[in-house]
C-alpha cells in the first residue's frame, strides 16, 4: 500500500507539472512570446553594453539604448528584407504550384498507374478496380495539397497585422528591459529561496554553456553553407535562389543527410 501510495502522488505531481507547462505553451506563450524574445535579445546584448560602456564611459542605460538600436537597424532590417523577399518567392512558388503540378505531377503520376494498369491486367484483372480507386485518390490528395497550399498563403496573409503588432511589442520591451536588466534580474532571483537560486544558477550554466553553444555551432554552419548556395545559385541565375538557399541548408543541418542529398541527385 505504501509503494501504491508514492506511485499515485508521485503521478499526481508529474501530472500536474504536465499539465501546466501544457497550459503555459498553448495559452499563455503567444502573449508572452513578444516580452520572452525581447528578454532574450537583451541577454544577449548585455556584455557587449557593459564592455563598450567601462571602456567609453558612456552611462549603461544610454549605452544599452544604442546597441538596440544598432541591432534592430541591421540584424532587424537584415531579417525584414529576407523575410520579405522569401514570403514573395514563397507566394509565387506556391502560386505557380496548381501549373506545376498539372504539367509535371500528373503526367508522371498518370503513366506510372498505365503502366500498372498494364502490370496487373496481366497478372490478375481483378485487381484493376482497386488501382483506379488508389490512382483517384492519389491525384485527389495531390489536388487538396496544392489547394491547401493557397490557403496557407492567405491565412498568413490575415495574420499579419497581428505579426506586426507583436514584433512592435518585442522591440519596445526590448528597449526597457536592456535600460534595466540589472534591476529585473536582481528582483526576480530575490524572490528565490537559496536552494531555486542554485537550481536556476545550473539550469542557466547547462543552457549558456550547453544548449546555446551547440544551437550557435550549427547556426554557424548553417549560415555558412546558406551563404555558399546563396552565392552560387545568383551567380547561376537560379530562381527563387534565397528559397533554394535556405531550404537545402536546414535539410542540410538535419542527421546524417546532407546537402549531397540534394546537389548531388540534381
Excluded: H
Aim: hydrophobic content about 55%.
Amino acid at each position: 500500500m505504501e509503494k501504491r501510495r508514492r506511485f499515485i502522488i508521485n503521478f499526481l505531481y508529474f501530472a500536474i507539472i504536465l499539465g501546466v507547462v501544457f497550459l503555459f505553451v498553448k495559452f499563455l506563450l503567444p502573449l508572452l512570446a513578444p516580452f520572452v524574445l525581447g528578454l532574450l535579445i537583451a541577454y544577449a546584448l548585455q556584455r557587449p553594453t557593459k564592455f563598450l560602456a567601462r571602456k567609453t564611459k558612456v552611462p549603461r542605460k544610454l549605452m544599452a539604448v544604442l546597441l538596440v538600436l544598432v541591432f534592430y537597424g541591421t540584424v532587424g532590417v537584415l531579417l525584414a528584407l529576407a523575410s520579405v523577399k522569401a514570403f514573395s518567392g514563397v507566394t509565387q512558388l506556391i502560386g505557380e504550384l496548381p501549373s506545376l503540378v498539372r504539367l509535371y505531377v500528373q503526367p508522371v503520376v498518370t503513366q506510372l498507374f498505365q503502366e500498372l494498369e498494364q502490370t496487373v491486367t496481366r497478372m490478375d484483372p481483378t485487381l484493376l478496380e482497386a488501382v483506379n480507386y488508389l490512382q483517384d485518390q492519389l491525384m485527389q490528395m495531390v489536388s487538396r495539397i496544392s489547394m491547401g497550399s493557397m490557403e496557407l498563403i492567405s491565412g498568413f496573409a490575415s495574420s499579419l497585422p497581428m505579426l506586426f503588432l507583436k514584433l512592435l511589442l518585442m522591440v519596445i520591451s526590448t528597449f526597457f528591459i536592456a535600460m534595466d536588466f540589472d534591476r529585473l534580474t536582481d528582483f526576480c532571483m530575490r524572490q528565490l529561496d537559496a536552494k531555486g537560486t542554485e537550481l536556476f544558477q545550473q539550469v542557466k550554466q547547462y543552457i549558456v554553456g550547453t544548449l546555446f553553444v551547440c544551437i550557435r555551432s550549427y547556426a554557424l554552419i548553417m549560415s555558412i553553407t546558406f551563404g555558399e548556395l546563396l552565392i552560387g545559385f545568383t551567380i547561376l541565375d537560379i530562381d527563387p535562389a534565397l528559397i533554394l538557399a535556405l531550404c537545402i541548408a536546414i535539410f542540410d543541418i538535419l542527421p546524417v543527410l546532407g546537402t549531397g542529398g540534394i546537389m548531388i541527385p540534381w
